[in-house]
């Protein structure tokens, strides 16, 4: 099965850093470009970054608000993409989500369960 | 800032259509733009439903579809049945690499 499964999210306290996982299964995930997306509690999906397949440079791109806190990165040995970030804030609270960047499509078409981040002193 | 606008809250009746908008702050959206929907149960994963304007996701129902209609892009849902009453996003491709989402429409079927 063509799955994302994302791990790492927990209690963090304000001002930490977090590192999650995406890790990626039934592909070649190299081929593909991955998109982290957030979701407060209560509230909409928020693109926050995108990270090319290496094909195509492996650079990453990111929303104005998280730019300069959050670094997406990538181990295509072992299928995983990662998602650092730091000097966490409380409104930084909410699941994240990786998703496959679908081929030939900007869009989404795969995406992981989520996992949950929770910034709390 | 690029803001990308959908309906808050909309309702339909069981086998009734309905359609949705995504809008922009400022300017019209276009095929250029790339439109994609995503449909979102609580505590789910989104799940997609259309790509690139109006290409439908393996898998996603085709009471489904995707348009621009006027100056915003859109999505239409042709008998609607009980399990489609969720959240639905819009994202559009900004180019560089830069995605942004609607703020997303709560779906009633009743």
């Known amino acids: 099965d063509v799955q994302l499964v994302e791990s790492g999210g927990g209690l963090v306290q304000p001002g930490r850093s977090l590192k999650i996982s995406c890790t990626a299964s039934?592909?070649?995930?190299?081929?593909?470009?991955v998109t982290w997306v957030r979701q407060a509690p209560g509230k909409g999906l928020e693109w926050i970054g995108f990270i090319r397949s290496k094909a195509y440079g492996g650079t990453a791109e990111y929303a104005a608000p998280v730019k300069g806190r959050f670094t997406i990165s990538r181990d295509d040995s072992k299928s995983v993409a990662y998602l650092q970030v730091d000097s966490l804030k409380t409104e930084d609270t909410g699941v994240y989500f990786c998703t496959r960047r679908a081929v030939a499509a900007w869009a989404f078409d795969i995406w992981g369960q989520g996992t949950m981040v929770t910034v709390s002193p | 800032q690029t803001v990308v606008t959908q309906e808050p809250s909309f309702s339909v009746s069981p086998g009734g259509t309905v359609t949705l908008t995504c809008g922009l702050s400022s300017g019209s959206v276009s095929t250029n733009y790339y439109p994609s929907w995503y449909q979102q149960t609580p505590g789910q994963a989104p799940r997609t439903l259309i790509y690139s304007t109006n290409s439908r996701s393996s898998g996603a129902p085709d009471r489904f579809s995707g348009s621009i209609l006027g100056n915003k892009a859109a999505l239409t849902i042709t008998g609607a049945q009980a399990d489609d009453e969720s959240d639905f996003y819009c994202?559009?491709?900004?180019?560089?690499?830069?995605?942004?989402f609607g703020g997303g429409t709560k779906l009633t079927v009743l």
């Open positions: 039934g592909f070649t995930f190299g081929d593909y470009a």
């Open positions: 994202a559009l491709y900004m180019g560089s690499g830069i995605w942004v």
